[in-house]
């Protein structure tokens, strides 16, 4: 836990001005991005501090997965239920605001504008899926 980290108090629900959405996992959060580029677009986050994408390892495989089934979860609980249409993926280093592993989750992805097609391009040298 790193307590200047908004992403750790999030997810310890230190933060009263966010709510988090219905989760299927305890070790995982997931809340609306402030600056969204989708007309869905969610972050889920590990309740332990993990400081970014390029510290994962092999046995990071399952977190991955779970962060995953959140997003698809909390997709279709808002009723957008088209998973092909969607993006979803980590911000690389140095282009992630925050340094706490945050998977983006985007819906549709037929309609993000020209700066989030930018910003969360598939598998760009700034954004992986």
């Not at 399952?62 to 962060?67: A, G, I, Q």
């Not at 088209?82 to 992805?109: E, K, Q, Y």
């Amino acid at each position: 836990y790193d307590a200047k980290c908004v992403f750790c108090r999030i997810a310890r629900r230190e933060e009263p001005g966010t709510a988090l959405l219905p989760c299927q996992y305890e070790d995982l959060a997931c809340f609306r991005d402030i600056k969204p580029g989708a007309p869905h677009h969610y972050l889920v986050v590990p309740v332990e501090h993990v400081g970014n994408c390029k510290m994962l390892k092999a046995e990071h495989i399952p977190l991955v997965r779970r962060m995953m089934e959140v997003g698809k979860a909390v997709l279709q609980g808002n009723n957008f239920n088209d998973l092909n249409d969607t993006r979803m993926g980590f911000h690389w280093p140095p282009f992630c605001s925050i340094s706490h592993l945050h998977l983006h989750v985007l819906a549709p992805a037929s309609q993000l504008g020209f700066l989030s097609r930018l910003m969360y391009r598939i598998n760009s040298y700034w954004f992986i899926t």
